[in-house]
């Protein structure tokens, strides 16, 4: 009787035993999944970065040819002139040449007044409720300016940034300035249609934190840390870590929970006029990612070294079994 009690202690342990090291194993492959995961959702978000980089790039490059291009009109002597007509018809001569396409270009006299433009109508109005024309107006050296991000009074639900430059007659004298604007959908047309694949997001973000461009318009022109964006995007330690990125210039990538998606998200900074900074940030569904032929080698690896572990342990415990019935018919 005793041998029995015994023997079916025995077979009850060991089914304990096997319970849980099903269980623990359960809990390892768990973590060690989601260790792989995040692996492969990093390893892409490096190769994502690359392509975050490249856009930041080019949108350095769009600006740094808008501001030349006002550079070289500042200088031509019927643009110097306060002669409207003239002006005018050297403006239409010019817009047409340097492809400036949707954005308008005007000159502004030293009383804030557009004094001739390539769009007729606002000729005559006055700008010098603009900070940005306070400012190159007030600096003693005239230095060029980029605005932050102002609606469209021309064209309806579109934001741009207003580029200008100081235009000096033949004494040295300051006399004036000529605009033109970088229009924020513009970039979204040239930049992100092409190199951004289906499930892949591009977002612009101002130094001062402000998002300049969203494909959810309702953000745009919302501060990165108000709580609009929190309530949008949630709250976490990995935005947090994306917020400051942004915030201090930083290029990165963080992987983001949003509403219960991951997103892998890259950013990079792109210098875009003196002393002026806007960071891209590219952002993927994961859910939609399909993972690459290392990560599914890397979980058939671990399915494989689990099922091997458990066909090990399963042995040891009935030999173990074995082992110890024999030596109770012994006894």
């Not at 291009?69 to 500042?74: D, N, Q, R, Y």
Request: charged share 20%.
């Amino acid at each position: 009787m005793r041998t029995e009690v015994t023997m079916k202690q025995a077979t009850s342990r060991t089914v304990v035993a096997l319970a849980a090291i099903i269980i623990f194993e359960a809990i390892v492959i768990n973590f060690i999944l989601i260790a792989a995961d995040d692996s492969h959702y990093y390893e892409t978000g490096e190769s994502q970065l690359i392509l975050t980089r490249s856009i930041a790039r080019q949108i350095e490059t769009h600006v740094a040819g808008t501001y030349d291009k006002l550079i070289t009109i500042s200088n031509v002597p019927e643009i110097r002139e306060s002669n409207t007509e003239q002006c005018n018809d050297k403006l239409q001569e010019l817009y047409a040449q340097f492809k400036l396409v949707p954005s308008a270009i005007s000159r502004t006299g030293k009383d804030y007044v557009r004094d001739c433009s390539t769009i007729r109508s606002v000729i005559g109005s006055n700008v010098g409720e603009y900070e940005y024309a306070q400012k190159i107006f007030n600096d003693p050296l005239h230095a060029s300016v980029m605005g932050r991000a102002l609606p469209s009074i021309i064209y309806k639900d579109r934001y741009f940034i207003p580029v200008v430059v100081p235009i000096f007659d033949e004494n040295k004298k300051f006399s004036g300035t000529i605009g033109s604007a970088v229009y924020l959908d513009e970039l979204k047309e040239k930049y992100f249609g092409t190199g951004l694949a289906e499930n892949m997001r591009a977002v612009i973000i101002d130094d001062d934190d402000i998002i300049l461009y969203h494909p959810n318009k309702e953000l745009i022109g919302k501060n990165i840390y108000s709580d609009v964006v929190a309530d949008f995007v949630g709250d976490s330690i990995a935005f947090d870590k994306l917020k400051n990125g942004v915030s201090a210039g930083l290029s990165g990538v963080t992987i983001v929970d949003i509403n219960g998606t991951k997103h892998i998200e890259s950013y990079a900074p792109a210098s875009v006029f003196a002393g002026r900074r806007w960071t891209v940030v590219v952002t993927t569904s994961v859910n939609t990612t399909t993972l690459n032929e290392h990560g599914k080698d890397m979980r058939n690896l671990i399915y494989t070294l689990v099922l091997l572990l458990n066909a090990f342990f399963t042995l040891i415990l009935v030999a173990h079994f074995q082992w110890h019935s024999k030596k109770q018919k012994l006894f």
